[in-house]
């Protein structure tokens, strides 16, 4: 396996010689806790082992539900909000599927203005489908997203072959569940013992990535191949452990945010993928690191500005993808633009040495910087990755001390909306 790795750079310093080595040795048995699985999350621990719900016969399954789909459609609407779609959101964003039908996304905005445009751009398409994924079909983005969809499909097509371009992923016997079993809707399986920020190893995230043309065998085996190294792994040397001790020592030593910083715009979705992870699962009893992003090298030219010589208050996680996928070389030019000394240079050595001047400033000038180095930005790596940050996200949450699997602070602002809404029994 091509390895993730994972580098510290500290001028300033912020560690105390030893202290991340102290800090490791003394995580070692939270470490083995994760690992052994810890019964009090029994409930929220079911992509820990990723055959549970992504195993060989499941992935069989849904790619043959997928080539269905990619038989016949030209678009593909996936309703859902927040861990519902932002996986394979992220995965379809990274790597760009060549084929297939063209995936839209609904059901993670109110906005009145961007439904009548999905809808606009429907009529643009010959064969639609649809997939509803909602855990227990009580959250009002995707609620209300899929009973326009499911109007504009029965107007279009009629109700029985809109039945047959209906796909709904939620919990068995839910209400959602019903609705398939009454309409003659395909229903798929949101398991239970998932929460929605860790369902990319089931049907949640993998169907919607299969319909995409992506390989989800490969993101599979990523998420497999990454939870048997850090299973392995010692203490001193997991990755995972350390990532999650480097982000509470920081903590620790006054840093409010981590930045995700990245050069490759592909990552845009997955930054926001992490976003949700970290900051549902951490964001708790006064405490946590708030995760931000830099999609580079756009985002220099106006937070650049700020992380050079703002506050002091961020440290930096920098993504570095070492293959190279892609090449354009710049042509000679004989006309004086002042940028011949770029002539026969390809954009990728470009990018990747503004990646690289751009994290040694930054060190330079006193902030933190984590590298955390991936193969490629293919299918298996970006499995690898998914597993790799929701390990670390899980250790980290022990670390601070917080629950890692609720979010009651999601739960605040329904009340109010509900009630306002006219919702029976909200108060």
Not at 66 to 90: H, K, P, T, Y
């Amino acid at each position: 396996m091509k390895d993730i790795t994972l580098s510290f750079q500290d001028r300033r310093p912020v560690l105390a010689p030893g202290e991340l080595e102290e800090k490791l040795k003394a995580s070692a048995s939270l470490l083995a806790e994760v690992v052994a699985g810890e019964e009090q999350y029994q409930d929220s621990l079911g992509w820990l082992h990723v055959d549970d719900y992504a195993g060989p016969a499941r992935v069989d399954f849904l790619l043959e539900q997928a080539a269905r789909v990619r038989a016949d459609a030209d678009a593909f609407v996936v309703i859902g909000i927040g861990g519902s779609n932002q996986a394979s959101r992220a995965a379809v964003k990274a790597l760009r599927p060549k084929d297939g039908p063209a995936i839209l996304w609904a059901g993670n905005t109110i906005s009145a203005c961007e439904m009548a445009r999905t809808l606009e751009e429907l009529d643009g398409y010959k064969s639609i489908y649809t997939d509803c994924i909602a855990k227990n079909f009580e959250t009002l983005e995707p609620g209300i997203a899929f009973r326009m969809l499911r109007h504009y499909l029965e107007k279009r097509y009629g109700e029985a072959d809109a039945a047959r371009r209906i796909f709904a992923t939620g919990t068995p016997d839910s209400t959602l569940h019903q609705l398939c079993r009454d309409h003659g809707y395909t229903f798929l399986e949101f398991p239970g013992p998932i929460g929605g920020r860790c369902s990319i190893g089931s049907d949640v995230g993998l169907f919607p990535m299969a319909v995409a043309g992506i390989d989800i065998k490969a993101i599979t085996q990523g998420m497999r191949d990454m939870r048997d190294r850090l299973f392995a792994e010692p203490a001193e040397e997991n990755i995972a452990l350390k990532y999650a001790c480097l982000r509470n020592l920081m903590l620790r030593h006054g840093y409010k945010l981590e930045m995700m910083a990245f050069f490759e715009p592909r990552l845009d979705y997955f930054a926001k993928w992490w976003i949700q992870a970290f900051a549902e699962s951490e964001g708790k009893d006064g405490t946590g690191l708030y995760p931000v992003v830099s999609s580079n090298s756009e985002d220099l030219h106006s937070i650049g500005q700020f992380i050079q010589q703002g506050s002091p208050i961020l440290f930096e996680t920098f993504i570095e993808v070492r293959a190279r996928d892609a090449s354009v070389i710049m042509p000679a030019e004989t006309k004086k633009d002042y940028f011949q000394y770029l002539d026969g240079k390809d954009f990728w050595d470009i990018n990747d040495t503004a990646r690289k001047a751009t994290m040694e400033a930054h060190s330079e000038g006193g902030i933190p910087c984590l590298n955390l180095s991936v193969p490629a930005l293919d299918a298996h790596t970006l499995g690898q990755m998914y597993y790799f940050f929701l390990f670390a996200c899980y250790l980290s949450c022990k670390l601070t001390g917080v629950n890692p699997f609720n979010q009651p602070g999601v739960e605040a602002y329904k009340g109010y909306m509900f009630k306002n809404l006219g919702k029976p029994g909200a108060n």
